[in-house]
């Protein structure tokens, strides 16, 4: 129950962040492009990297607690693949296909760069 509740507060704290960002794109950048999902895939990527590596190299005792409080929990609340679905649906829908592979190639491409750049500098970081 104690890995329940985890990933409920974790997730609960994700989604307010994610909804956050969002709303941030929206108002600063404008509603032209889902910029608050790619921003969210890619920085909940890098951040992956970072927690994964950190989790292997330094939370020694700690780590199913803290990966399903933050990784499955708040990442998995800030992040968001149905988001960037219905994103990428409604371009296609739009009949803008190259607007919908630009930005379903870039979200996944640069969501992975991310997390290989996280988990690089978690191990450049944390590594003794």
Do not use: C, H
């Not at 969002?22 to 999902?37: F, H, N, Q, S």
């Not at 592979?101 to 500098?121: E, H, K, W």
Request: glycine share 14%; net charge positive; aromatic share 12%.
């Amino acid at each position: 129950m104690t890995k329940v509740l985890l990933v409920a507060v974790g997730g609960a704290a994700g989604s307010v962040a994610r909804y956050l960002v969002g709303a941030a794109a929206l108002r600063w950048i404008g509603p032209g492009w889902p910029w608050g999902t790619m921003t969210v895939n890619i920085v909940g990527g890098f951040l992956m990297g970072l927690l994964t590596g950190w989790l292997a190299l330094k939370a020694a005792g700690q780590q199913e607690t803290l990966r399903v409080l933050l990784g499955v929990g708040i990442l998995g609340g800030f992040t968001t693949f149905s988001a960037f679905s219905l994103d990428a649906a409604l371009m296609i829908e739009r009949r803008a296909y190259g607007q919908a592979f630009s930005y379903t190639a870039a979200s996944v491409l640069i969501a992975l760069a991310a997390l290989f750049a996280g988990l690089y500098l978690a191990r450049r970081m944390f590594a003794a």
